[in-house]
């Protein structure tokens, strides 16, 4: 399982991501709403603005500090490796 960095200390499993989103949009605020009401939010932002969003395939919405500029090649290296272990490519 190959964990990856959101920033300033947290981590999260590469497998388990379905999505990386802005959190600008309409329907993301209101799945940011519906997984605080379900309490399946993770607020790892520690304190600062929300510049993505991430979710997880057990249901769980992440938020973090950190831009998708920067999220996304970070996810990209960790799909990649993860690839070449389970097709030997």
Do not use: C, N, Q
């Not at 947290?10 to 949009?25: F, H, K, Q, W, Y």
């Not at 090649?73 to 690839?83: D, K, L, M, T």
């Amino acid at each position: 399982m190959e964990f990856v960095s959101i920033g300033y200390g947290g981590i999260v499993a590469a497998d388990r991501l379905i999505a990386v989103v802005s959190p600008e949009s309409a329907p993301v605020k209101r799945l940011v709403t519906e997984a605080r009401e379900r309490s399946m939010l993770i607020d790892a932002t520690f304190g600062r603005k929300t510049r993505a969003v991430l979710v997880m395939d057990s249901d769980h919405v992440i938020l973090s500090g950190l831009p998708l500029e920067k999220l996304a090649p970070r996810f990209g290296a960790a799909i990649g490796a993860w690839e070449e272990e389970t097709h030997g490519e």
